[in-house]
């Protein structure tokens, strides 16, 4: 059985009555870089916050590394984890969000700081000088001392990446980190995730950027009610899609634009 | 009217009057200090889903916000040693005034919590912080400051409060001040000099709260 950097089994998913993910079954390999499309709704975003446990899910499992994400059974009993572990295992995983949300009190050096010192233990000298390695990564080592309020929304978004990517996480999650930029600032975000992809990095991404997808992936998931309805390598499920709802789904997305 | 303005009588007791405003300020300091610990957890447990936090906290607020301060005080002093629990006058009115400030600034957190936008929990979740780490890191932080300028005018009213303890015989500068003036008969001097030592006290207070706010404004 090769060993999977992900594995997602009948992942379900509701809120109240409704049922978001119905059954979602994913694996992932080292180095993979998946994007996840689909309609507003479909259940890629509520995907991508069970495995981080930024959401809670009822049904089926989630594995990084084959340890088991947010969830044991004792005595044939499914409990949650006690927050402590599932604090660690959180930060198994970076997630860029859409809103960037950088702590706003907090320089751009101090929010990638924060969880190096706090998490990872490290000294305030050892946190600075890896903030200041990522910061440079993402092109804005001289925007260091910059507060959040001070920068574009691009540069924000490029900080928030420097500071999950600092926690040196197995997994990077981006939920679509382009959706709040301006469309001139879209480009500098990509570039760094593209840049990223290219080290190695294994990286799950909710995007409506199609021909970023396209270009940047290996792997595309079609998300369509809750359920996966179409994978493969981006030239297939692009040029060739199997079913008529990816097919209508990618005429209206910006790749059918183009 | 014939009344001729005469502070001399004052001045000489001046002395009394900077060390009653000097306990105001330690009584004020001292049970803001304590007022704002159990306002910070009672605000927490306010917005907490959990009823068994939320439920007592919600009635402890209702409880003081609805009751005179005067009352408070009184009842402190005179009603709690018949139930066996007598504190000296200084201690029981520093600790009647920390509960009302909590429940007042528990308020005045709990707006200050509720602005503070949910991603950036979620942002500190996601990089691995426990909840406690989130709390103390970022939210109370972050919280202080969207506060600080209804803090502000909380803290004057609690400080403006402490001549309450007059009324249990505290020393403060309200004390202070009818003494001099049943010992001088001088009434309007000495509460022009009392008061005048409020104003300027106040303008103090709130001129370092605006200066912590300057100094704590999240550069744009």
Known sequence: ?258 | MGYTLNFAAVWRSFDLLLEGLALSLALAFGAILIGAAIGLFTAFCLISKNGFARRPAGIYVTIIRNTPILVLVLFTYFALPQLGFRLGKIESFIFTLALYSGAYLAEVFRAGLLSIPVGLREAGLAIGLTEIQIRTSIIAPLMFRNVLPSLSSTIISLFKDTSLAAAIAVPELTFEARKINVETFRVIETWIVASCLYVITCSILAALMRALERRLSVPR
Not at chain 1, 160 to 168: C, F, K, S, V, Y
Request: hydrophobic share 40%; charged share 25%.
């Open chain 1, 1 to 258: 059985m090769p060993n999977h950097l992900l594995e997602i089994r009948d992942l379900h998913k509701s809120y109240g009555d409704v049922e978001v993910l119905k059954g979602v079954d994913c694996t992932m390999a080292q180095g993979d870089v998946i994007s996840i499309i689909g309609s507003s709704g479909s259940g890629k975003t509520t995907m991508l916050r069970c495995i981080n446990m930024l959401e809670e899910f009822q049904g089926g499992s989630i594995s990084i590394d084959g340890e088991e994400i947010g969830y044991e059974t004792v005595g044939g009993q499914r409990r949650r984890k006690k927050e402590k572990e599932i604090a660690r295992q959180r930060a198994l995983t970076g997630m860029a969000f859409q809103q960037f949300n950088l702590f706003p009190h907090m320089s751009a050096a101090r929010n990638v700081m924060l969880g190096l010192m706090k998490v990872k233990k490290l000294s305030k000298d050892e946190a600075r000088s890896i903030a200041e390695k990522w910061l440079d990564r993402v092109g804005l080592r001289s925007r260091a001392d910059h507060f959040p309020g001070q920068l574009s929304g691009g540069q924000q978004q490029r900080v928030a990446i420097a500071r999950a990517i600092a926690m040196n996480p197995r997994l990077m999650l981006f939920d679509e980190v382009t959706s709040a930029l301006d469309p001139e600032l879209v480009n500098e975000v990509l570039q760094v995730i593209k840049s990223l992809a290219q080290d190695g990095m294994s990286m799950l991404l909710v995007t409506h950027e199609m021909r970023f997808a396209y270009e940047v992936s290996n792997r595309v998931i079609f998300m369509n009610q809750g359920r996966i309805g179409e994978e493969g390598n981006p030239r297939e499920m692009f040029h060739k899609p199997k079913s008529e709802r990816l097919s209508e789904f990618l005429k209206t997305s910006s790749f059918g634009e183009r």
